[in-house]
T-cell receptor
């Protein structure tokens, strides 16, 4: 089935460690996005990519890094420079036409 | 920059209609969307409307768009307990091709 897969669903890390969240899509979408959601809050854009080998910072990019080496994959690394990394992370992709974003099921990252 | 605002909370009784409101700022938005998020899950696209439309109906869902006032609403008819969730509106930023989301409205449906 076509869709977006985020893994893992739950992730625990010690403070000071980098961690990479996986996002894969088989929808043949050009654009991919990473959002962060904190409890009771909306979505804030971390990074987005409109095409392979190109990406742009969103509103809260500090402490995060991404790569887009393949159309299907857009991994997000949460670095030790991110001051408050515990959150729910959502990956999405969108194609042409209506350009609606389709979301993965999210990764809940807890840093202890 | 773009800004999308929603009221935070709405409570209705089962069987009533729910109306969730949203205001946006980017007058050049081409598409506007409504998403639903259940606890611990990703966002599910419910419906969308093109900016040259005033209304769109899809089964129990009715979307109204007032471009002059930059106001978008989602009406859910015959609201069920399974409709309890957070609802987000979003606009597509035509300049940078990114989606801007509202803060989300938590809908609580009581029996």
């Amino acid at each position: 089935d076509g869709g977006i897969t985020q893994s893992p669903k739950y992730l625990f890390r010690k403070e000071g460690q980098n961690v990479t969240l996986s996002c894969e899509q088989n929808l043949n979408h050009d654009a991919m996005y990473w959002y962060r959601q904190d409890p009771g809050q909306g979505l804030r854009l971390i990074y987005y990519s409109q095409i392979v080998n190109d990406f742009q910072k969103g509103d809260i990019a500090e402490g995060y890094s991404v790569s887009r080496e393949k159309k299907e994959s857009f991994p997000l690394t949460v670095t030790s420079a991110q001051k408050n990394p515990t959150a729910f992370y959502l990956c999405a992709s969108s194609g042409t036409g209506v350009q609606a974003a389709f979301f993965g099921q999210g990764t809940r990252l807890t840093v202890v | 920059g773009e800004d999308v605002e929603q009221s935070l909370f709405l409570s209705v009784r089962e069987g009533d209609s729910s109306v969730i409101n949203c205001t946006y700022t980017d007058s050049s938005s081409t598409y506007l969307y409504w998403y639903k998020q259940e606890p611990g899950a990703g966002l599910q696209l419910l419906t969308y409307i093109f900016s040259n439309m005033d209304m769109k109906q899809d089964q129990r869902l009715t979307v109204l768009l007032n471009k002059k006032d930059k106001h978008l609403s989602l009406r859910i008819a015959d609201t069920q307990t399974g409709d309890s969730a957070i609802y987000f509106c979003a606009e597509r930023d035509t300049g940078f091709q990114k989606l801007v989301f509202g803060t989300g409205t938590r809908l609580l449906v009581s029996p």
